[in-house]
């Protein structure tokens, strides 16, 4: 059964940092992985899909990797704002389009 | 494009009522999937649409059933609710057999069950 779990859980970090949020799955035969954001009470924004065939994909100030054989995803998110607070949620999905979730990282980015 | 729409926006329950919760898909796409989410968790996938068929269920009761119709749209359908059922729920659409991209999700519906 596939698991997905998200460190840390909660980040809080002043304007400008360079962060980094891990994602770890179980079962390395995924289809795709994605990187989503959640405002409080509203519903997903997609921000990256990785292919399982890609490495990376980058948006902006954000870039997501992939490493399949390890299980990892990282999304790195270049000199922080305070509107990048939000939750981000990793998802691993099959070929079904079906997602499993990990339970998120709630970031506070302070002025 | 008006992308995924749901409705209502807000519901309020009591133990042992039933629900209908509603999904209006993405132009184009032919696929519902519906997740609940807890508060402080991730979506759970419950179930998901295709060709008016139920394609794939995740681990929810009976009392949470669905339905899609000929022109894709679909709807939750929750009996006997309980306290833990107070969740958002979130429907996501996608195009079966399309090029892989990322499902587009609806704002959501936050039930509350009292």
């Known amino acids: 059964k596939q698991e997905v779990t998200q460190i840390p859980a909660a980040l809080s970090v002043p304007e400008g940092e360079n962060l980094v949020l891990n994602c770890s799955f179980t079962?390395?035969?995924?289809?795709?992985l994605q990187w989503f954001r959640q405002d409080p009470g509203k519903g997903l924004t997609s921000l990256l899909l990785?292919?399982?065939?890609?490495r990376e994909q980058t948006s902006g100030r954000l870039n997501a990797s992939l490493d399949k054989s390890s299980g990892r995803s990282t999304l790195y998110i270049a000199a922080s704002q305070p509107g990048d607070s939000a939750t981000y949620l990793c998802?691993?999905?099959?070929?079904?389009?079906?997602?499993?979730f990990g339970t998120g990282t709630r970031l506070q980015v302070f002025p | 494009d008006a992308g995924v729409t749901q409705s209502p926006t807000h519901l309020i329950k009591t133990r042992g009522q039933q629900v209908t919760l509603r999904c209006s898909p993405k132009?184009?796409?032919?696929?519902v999937s519906w997740y609940q989410q807890a508060l402080g968790q991730g979506p759970q996938f419950i179930f998901q649409?295709?060709?008016?068929?139920?394609?794939q269920r995740g681990n929810f009761p009976d009392r949470f059933s669905g339905h899609q119709f000929p022109n894709y749209s679909s709807e939750l359908n929750v009996n006997a609710l309980l306290l833990g059922d107070s969740a958002l729920y979130l429907c996501?659409?996608?195009?079966?057999?399309?090029?892989?991209?990322?499902?587009?999700f609806g704002p959501g519906t936050r039930l509350l069950v009292l």
């Open positions: 996501a659409s996608s195009l079966v057999g399309g090029p892989q991209e990322t499902q587009y």
């Open positions: 079962d390395s035969a995924i289809y795709n």
């Open positions: 990785i292919q399982s065939s890609q």
């Open positions: 998802a691993v999905g099959d070929n079904t389009d079906k997602l499993i």
């Open positions: 132009s184009g796409h032919d696929t």
């Open positions: 649409y295709y060709e008016e068929e139920e394609r």
